[in-house]
Every structure is written in structure tokens, then in C-alpha cells.
């Protein structure tokens, strides 16, 4: 039998450490992943258009684009996967509302965040996210990957 293709997570964020902070939550949450980290949003931003992953988690304020200007990209793509974007700043929260409010699947995370806080942002219920049912609790740390992109 042909096991799942592995869980994509595409993370974006100009602090690398934030990226292996990430990269490590998600690796111990869950099995069969794959996360792609970029430090410019320019050059993630050339990743969705070769493949959708199953979750975007970006920072609003990056350089290359701007948070409003990836999300207006996102939504006129008409983009379906889940997106997470997290800052410091409150206007911020204001433009993923709204965005939100115009069909974008898309959720706020403020900045500083919680392990508790990140696991409710993607809906993550007894090791199983809402938006995913295929994947696991991870009891392997190992099978995880992790390709990392700087500018």
C-alpha cells in the first residue's frame, strides 16, 4: 500500500531563528513532513506558484513582499490551503481580518505566540489539525524534513 504523501508547510519569516522554532513545533506535533523555510518572501512567494503546500505560515511585515500584498496575491489565486500570518503589530491582525472576511482561509497569530496559542491557531486537537486528517502524532521526530532557503 502507498502511504500518504508527506504534509507540506511552507514558513516564512526574515528571523532564521523563528524558522527552526517553527520547524521544530511542527516536526514534534507530527509524522510524514515537509516544511520549506524562507527568510524572503519574494522567494517563497516563487514556491506557491510551483506547488500549493497544505499550509502557509508567514510573517506580515517580510522583505520582498508586503503581508497585504501576499495575501491580495493569495486570495486573487484563489488560494484553498490554510495560511497562518503572524506579527507583532495590531494593524496587522486588521488586514488578516479582513481578508479573512472575503473568502481567504486565512488566521491571525500575534506575535510573541504560545506553543498553546500556535497548536489553537491551526486548530490542532489531540495531535490531529482540523484542516488535515491524514496526518499523525508524531512518535518519530526523524521522518520529518526540513529544507531551509535563505536570500
Avoid at 35 to 59: C, G, H, M, Q, Y
Avoid at 101 to 112: A, E
Avoid at 127 to 134: D, K, N, R, T, W
Amino acid at each position: 500500500m502507498k502511504s500518504p504523501r508527506p504534509f507540506r508547510i511552507v514558513a516564512v519569516d526574515h528571523e532564521p531563528f523563528i524558522l527552526e522554532l517553527l520547524g521544530r513545533l511542527f516536526q514534534a506535533e507530527f509524522d510524514q513532513l515537509t516544511v520549506r523555510s524562507f527568510t524572503n518572501s519574494s522567494d517563497a512567494w516563487k514556491e506557491l506558484l510551483r506547488a500549493d503546500p497544505d499550509l502557509l505560515i508567514t510573517e506580515f511585515t517580510m522583505p520582498g513582499l508586503l503581508g497585504k500584498e501576499m495575501l491580495q496575491r493569495l486570495r486573487d489565486r484563489k488560494a484553498a490551503y490554510r495560511i497562518v500570518v503572524t506579527s507583532g503589530l495590531d494593524e496587522s491582525e486588521q488586514t488578516v481580518q479582513e481578508f479573512a472576511s472575503r473568502g481567504l482561509n486565512v488566521r491571525f497569530l500575534p506575535k510573541p505566540f504560545t506553543i498553546e496559542s500556535f497548536r489553537e491557531a491551526l486548530n490542532i486537537s489531540n495531535g490531529i489539525p482540523s484542516f488535515s486528517p491524514a496526518l499523525t502524532r508524531n512518535g518519530d521526530a526523524g521522518s520529518a524534513s526540513k529544507t531551509f532557503h535563505q536570500p
